[in-house]
């Protein structure tokens, strides 16, 4: 997750009563989820909060767009360094690119387009697949946030993270991302766990 948004901005989120019916871990995709109806409560009903405050409310989830940028088989990997303003992401690695719905955000796609160009340096714009829902009830950040996770393909054109400060990034084999497992962000290993599905097993 992106730490662009201070404590003191605001963040839209839903109710989780609206948005899932139980506790769960990992990634529902739309074979066991309706993800367009829960998008649908998303727009209609997502109100904006302080994030301090919403921080601290699991009863309410912050909405989180989530990126997998591929190029064909290849994962876009980030890798933090020391320098980002949360401690908690720090070298940490992730195949995610995303944030928290803000203010000036219509709905999901329209957060997830500006998440991408705030991160990344293009000259192009994703075309987002919808992938699923993203859930993690077993931590105390994961309470508070429900993803909204995509996938897009770069398709050979180039891409590269904006601050060079604090992010490194390139396309990289999914067994580079496998090695660090432990490196990825709870989001990333829940994203690539999902990704395992479909990969071929190790060696």
Do not use: C
């Not at 998440?115 to 994703?126: G, I, N, S, V, Y």
């Amino acid at each position: 997750m992106s730490g662009h948004q201070g404590p003191d901005e605001s963040v839209q989120g839903v109710p989780r009563a609206r948005l899932i019916d139980r506790e769960w871990r990992g990634i529902r995709g739309a074979g066991s989820v309706d993800v367009e109806a829960v998008l649908h409560i998303i727009a209609a009903e997502a109100k904006l909060r302080p994030r301090a405050e919403a921080e601290a409310d699991p009863s309410w989830k912050q909405v989180i767009p989530y990126l997998l940028l591929r190029d064909g088989e290849r994962l876009f990997l980030m890798k933090r360094s020391r320098a980002g303003g949360d401690a908690r992401l720090h070298e940490r690695w992730s195949i995610g690119v995303g944030g928290h719905l803000g203010p000036g955000d219509a709905d999901v796609m329209a957060g997830l387009l500006r998440e991408f160009e705030e991160e990344l340096a293009a000259d192009w714009r994703p075309e987002p697949r919808l992938i699923g829902l993203l859930n993690d009830d077993s931590t105390p950040v994961g309470q508070v946030h429900l993803g909204v996770v995509f996938e897009a393909d770069a398709a050979g054109r180039a891409v590269v993270v904006r601050e060079t400060d604090k992010l490194s990034g390139s396309f990289v084999a999914p067994e580079e991302v496998r090695s660090g497992y432990a490196r990825l962000e709870t989001w990333s290993q829940l994203l690539f766990d999902y990704l395992r599905q479909g990969l071929p097993p190790e060696g």
